[in-house]
């Protein structure tokens, strides 16, 4: 999720241990352990955009982290505080602030390597990375908890509050993701009998608006459903693959890397002199900009000379996006 998200989820969990016997500096202190992970985004500028996508949401994102590091911060905050709380809080607050983290970060597109150092990626994909209808409900409970004297049981309770809607926030996003995905399969027709694989994602900013995206061996079939209006779907694309073309820079772009970030769903766009390859996890511009603009919103640039030797990686991001960003039908494509 975003940072600001995370801040607050930290803060929360923070201020659920210790917030009793810090006050408003267990709020803070959470919120410190809950950006930690992230930290790993200064490190990023040492790799290639390919494997600085591997690199992000890594160990830092892990179990094992927060094992680790959850004790070193209690011992050393319980040190510097000079004991105005137990170690045990301490640490407690520490290894829970970290480790909601990537737990947090699993329910979204991108997910966490939490078993590290198993490689795999955990996923749910049923939150998107800035939903403002779970930080901001989540914010205001924080908020108005903070107001409140540390003694007080509603300030406890105000906080507890934003805990359990976030909580059931998530949950409702998986429930809606398995909804859609059974509508899906009940609605199968013969048509569809090449059809490899479907995948189900949350669009920007809800959990009531999803991306579908159908697989067969050429093509991906894009659609939106809306939790409200289930039967429309004014956006819909077939974006063709052309992972052929891949085969001609064999050894200079790892293919099985792509495929592993992208858990196969991206599709390849050949100019002169570049290939962009666009990575469908986080849908198309097309709902986005009213049908403007239809490709990927994000994937990565490769640059090559006349002899097709690449010279060049980049991160590849819509620039069109902020210029024909169409929020107000976005929304009302959601909510009407």
Request: proline share 4%.
């Amino acid at each position: 999720m975003d940072s600001i998200t995370q801040i607050v989820l930290g803060a929360a969990v923070g201020e659920a241990v210790a917030g009793k016997e810090l006050g408003n500096k267990a709020a803070f202190w959470g919120a410190v352990a809950g950006t930690i992970p992230d930290l790993d985004v200064l490190f990023m500028g040492f790799f290639n955009p390919i494997d600085a996508s591997l690199f992000h949401r890594g160990f830092s994102h892990s179990f094992l982290f927060a094992c680790i590091l959850g004790p070193i911060m209690g011992i050393t905050l319980h040190r510097i505080s000079k004991r105005k709380i137990s170690l045990k809080s301490w640490i407690l607050l520490f290894f829970l602030g970290i480790l909601t983290h990537p737990i947090l970060d699993m329910f979204t597109t991108y997910g966490t390597e939490f078993l590290w150092p198993f490689p795999n990626r955990i996923a749910f994909n049923t939150v998107f990375v800035i939903d403002p209808l779970y930080t901001i409900p989540f914010l205001t409970c924080l908020i108005l908890a903070l107001r409140l004297p540390k003694s007080s049981n509603k300030r406890f309770h105000l906080n507890l509050a934003g805990i359990v809607y976030s909580t059931i926030y998530l949950l409702l996003g998986v429930v809606l993701k398995l909804s859609i995905l059974a509508i899906e399969n009940n609605n199968s027709t013969s048509n569809e009998l090449f059809i490899e694989r479907t995948s189900v994602s949350p669009m920007p900013l809800t959990i009531f608006y999803w991306m579908k995206i159908k697989e067969d061996e050429d093509n991906f079939y894009v659609s939106h459903s809306n939790i409200f209006h289930p039967e429309r779907n004014k956006f819909s694309d077939t974006l063709r693959k052309n992972h052929d073309f891949l085969n001609r820079f064999d050894g200079q772009i790892d293919v099985k890397k792509i495929d592993f970030i992208t858990k196969g769903y991206f599709t390849l766009e050949k100019s002169i002199g570049n290939i962009q390859i666009h990575d469908l996890r986080f849908g198309t511009l097309n709902p986005l900009t009213d049908g403007k603009v239809k490709h990927p919103l994000m994937g990565y640039y490769f640059q090559f000379d006349q002899n097709e030797n690449i010279t060049k990686i980049e991160k590849l991001r819509a620039q069109e996006l902020s210029q024909y960003l169409d929020f107000k039908n976005y929304i009302y494509q959601i909510f009407n």
